[in-house]
T-cell receptor, first 114, second 113 residues
Framework: GNSVTQMEGPVTLSEEAFLTINCTYTATGYPSLFWYVQYPGEGLQLLLK?????DKGSNKGFEATYRKETTSFHLEKGSVQVSDSAVYFCALRPGGGSNYKLTFGKGTLLTVNP | DVKVTQSSRYLVKRTGEKVFLECVQD?????MFWYRQDPGLGLRLIYF???????EKGDIPEGYSVSREKKERFSLILESASTNQTSMYLC????????????FGPGTRLTVT
């Protein structure tokens, strides 16, 4: 079946540090990959996506590259801010079939200190 | 901006009560979803609807039902609440053509005592 594995949190960084949150997946075919973010007290928001191998999704200074050879979609940001403190979810949509069915990772809590 | 609103942020109910969780979206999205979010388990899909009066079971539909009488409104019903249904419930919506680009509400934290 389909699954997403994220690095265990929580992750605590100082402002301006480099961020990596690892995400690997198991899926048949060619899934689409997503990162969602959940800020405190809010619903999840789509942060970025990639629909095919070697695509790079980017938004708000965050980037992730779809690596089919390593089945990975790691989230990176060069310099985090306090306002980036949130829970980050990696997700996949299987290739083919329905276009709505997402499989989410368990989430990684990021805390950025001033 | 798409807005998805949920009727309550916090709800406390007793075992055996019938519970209604309401969700409204204002962007004319065809798809609506109900998830539950539990620590260590991530998000799990309960039910999905792609049109008025249409619904599909998700991964964990047992103990739940849904109602979609109007396009903008999607209700989750717990016929007889149990303590193992204590959880955070998230509603989401999306366009039919972009089903996996989902917009989420802030969630309802339900406690069943």
């Amino acid at each position: 079946g389909n699954s997403v594995t994220q690095m265990e949190g929580p992750v605590t960084l100082s402002e301006e540090a480099f961020l990596t949150i690892n995400c690997t997946y198991t899926a048949t075919g060619y899934p689409s990959l997503f990162w969602y973010v959940q800020y405190p007290g809010e619903g999840l928001q789509l942060l970025l996506k990639a629909t095919k191998a070697d695509d790079k999704g980017s938004n708000k200074g965050f980037e992730a590259t779809y690596r089919k050879e390593t089945t990975s979609f790691h989230l990176e940001k060069g310099s985090v801010q306090v306002s980036d403190s949130a829970v980050y979810f990696c997700a996949l949509r299987p290739g083919g079939g329905s276009n709505y069915k997402l499989t989410f990772g368990k989430g990684t809590l990021l805390t950025v200190n001033p | 901006d798409v807005k998805v609103t949920q009727s309550s942020r916090y709800l406390v109910k007793r075992t055996g009560e019938k519970v209604f969780l309401e969700c409204v979206q204002d962007m004319d999205h065809e798809n609506m979803f109900w998830y539950r979010q539990d620590p260590g388990l991530g998000l799990r899909l309960i039910y999905f609807s792609y049109d008025v009066k249409m619904k599909e079971k998700g991964d964990i539909p047992e103990g739940y039902s849904v109602s979609r009488e109007k396009k903008e409104r999607f209700s989750l019903i717990l016929e007889s609440a149990s303590t193992n249904q204590t959880s955070m419930y998230l509603c989401a919506s999306s366009l039919l053509s972009k089903g996996s680009e989902q917009y989420f509400g802030p969630g309802t934290r339900l406690t069943v005592t």
